[in-house]
């Protein structure tokens, strides 16, 4: 947990009372869990991510049902869940009334749910590979599934390396697209083109890789950026008349400068994402099952080792998910040790 300070250092092994259950209520033993960008945050107690202390974090783990209450039909005893983002977001549009905060505090090995925020993951999936789906899998899926989202043939741009980028590759070309993938480290170009990118395009070797993606398509653009980024102008400029951005990420800061008139003259659409309801959980694991597509992994650490998971995030030299494994090595509770 973090206890007495906003950092990763702050970062303690502590004991927690053993959850209570209640009515409508399932217990589960939480097996691995996954880092977001925004965890990051979270730990340095930034903006409105900063939360009251002591704190547990994390939103994204899957785990195993020990117990339920009577009543609860939704899931059974041995069932392999994980829980949906927005927990009062099950079906539908984000409303005012259904969008609500993060589920949070799931860094922990034990923890009683609501029923009816849980969902079975895929079951040739690991443990550690179903943690990484509640937030960047199902935000990518939304993103491609959602209005303006690409068709069989369409191009679709995805920037840099992280969990919802590689998320987008892979669905992306499920839905038969092109995809050009944009990075700006030469190690990971040609595991971007091992799963399926067409082309690569290194930001560092151009003056505007939005450029290079026009000459790839003809002069065209690209039907959907997928931009984790948040700058959005390159983006703008790569993509088509009538276009969509999909508007995910913030990893280079939270001010960028957009000319209205570009966005305009381009009829593009801007299409801000906040993850997505149980619903797209739901659907978008039924077609990870069949097509048997299975998360990137890039580190997965012990529970004593949290910090350094946290670290890894930081340095932004990850290829997919990095993750905690929650009972591979845990050390008694003490201040010199990570995790929750």
């Known amino acids: 947990m973090l206890r007495e300070k906003y950092s990763i250092d702050g ?49 994204d783990a899957a785990g195993v049902v020990v117990e339920i209450a009577q009543g609860v039909s939704r899931v059974a005893v041995g069932d392999r869940i994980a829980a949906t983002f927005v927990p009062t977001w099950l079906e539908g549009d984000l409303t005012e009334e259904n969008d609500g905060p993060a589920i949070g505090e799931m860094l922990v090995q034990y923890r009683v749910l609501p029923e009816e925020v849980l969902v079975r993951v895929p079951g040739h999936l690991s443990d550690v590979e179903a943690a990484t789906l509640p937030c960047a899998a199902v935000t990518a899926w939304n993103a491609l599934n959602g209005e303006g989202g690409p068709k069989t043939g369409d191009t679709v741009v995805v920037l ?64 959907y950026v997928v931009d984790v980024v948040g700058k959005l102008a390159d983006s703008v400029r790569a993509v088509r008349l009538g276009g969509t951005i999909g508007v995910i990420g913030m990893l280079d800061g939270f001010l960028t400068q957009i000319n209205p008139a570009a966005i305009m003259e381009k009829n593009a659409r801007l299409r801000g994402l906040q993850v997505g309801s149980r619903e797209m959980f739901d659907t978008m694991n039924r077609a990870l099952s069949l097509q048997r597509i299975h998360p990137v992994i890039d ?15 930081e340095d932004r030299d990850h290829f997919g998910k990095i993750c905690i494994r929650l009972w591979d090595n845990v050390r008694k509770a003490d201040s010199a040790s990570a995790g929750s």
């Open 11 to 59: 970062l303690v092994l502590a004991d927690h009372p053993d959850p209570q259950m209640g009515p409508g209520k399932v217990m589960v033993r939480i097996e691995a869990c996954s880092l977001n960008y925004r965890d990051l945050l979270i730990v340095r107690g930034y903006g409105r991510w900063r939360k009251p202390l002591p704190l547990v974090p994390l939103s």
């Open 160 to 223: 840099g390396s992280g969990g919802v980028s590689l998320f987008a590759l892979q669905f992306a070309l499920l839905m038969g697209a092109h995809v050009i993938a944009i990075s700006p480290s030469e190690a990971k170009h040609e595991r971007l083109r091992a799963l399926g990118a067409q082309h690569v395009i290194d930001p560092k070797l151009t003056a505007s890789w939005s450029e290079v993606v026009r000459e790839l398509t003809a002069g065209r653009g690209a039907d």
């Open 299 to 313: 580190h997965v650490y012990s529970l004593a080792d949290a910090r350094d998971a946290y670290r890894r995030l």
